[in-house]
């Protein structure tokens, strides 16, 4: 799991399953915290392993909707900024290809994917929805 972490795999892949679930302009994620907590290990070989890694994910997204283009400046137009929070487990599949030198460990490359986010609760709140008049 550390290596995960520290090469950022798990993060990047996180990442960009949170800019895909809106399409929005301008998307940025301003907090995002992982915690990798739990490893099944599915199958493994000399030279490959293959397991689940269960991750709590607390993140928030700012993103704008798009409302068009200004005729004279061509400049796109956007809504006020959106929240959009996650908070919950997912899951993830990893695949790790190593080699074994001189009984050290070499990692040769490492496949991630999200394979359950039914844990993951979302909530949005649009730029409307706390605007009192």
Known sequence: M???QTQGKSQRIIENYLYSDIEGEDEDIGYLDIDLYDVEIDSFNDYEVSYF????INAEKTF?????????????ITSP????????????FITRK??????????KH?????????????VVNTWGEDDYY
Do not use: H, M, P
């Open 110 to 122: 490492i496949d991630c994917e999200i394979i359950d986010t039914s844990s993951l609760e979302e």
């Open 53 to 56: 890694i269960t991750g709590n």
């Open 2 to 4: 550390q290596e995960l």
């Open 81 to 92: 900024a959106n929240y959009k929070s996650y908070t919950g487990d997912i899951k993830l």
């Open 64 to 76: 704008y909707e798009y409302w068009g283009r200004d005729d004279d400046t061509k400049e796109i």
């Open 98 to 107: 190593f080699d074994v030198k001189d009984g050290i460990i070499e990692t």
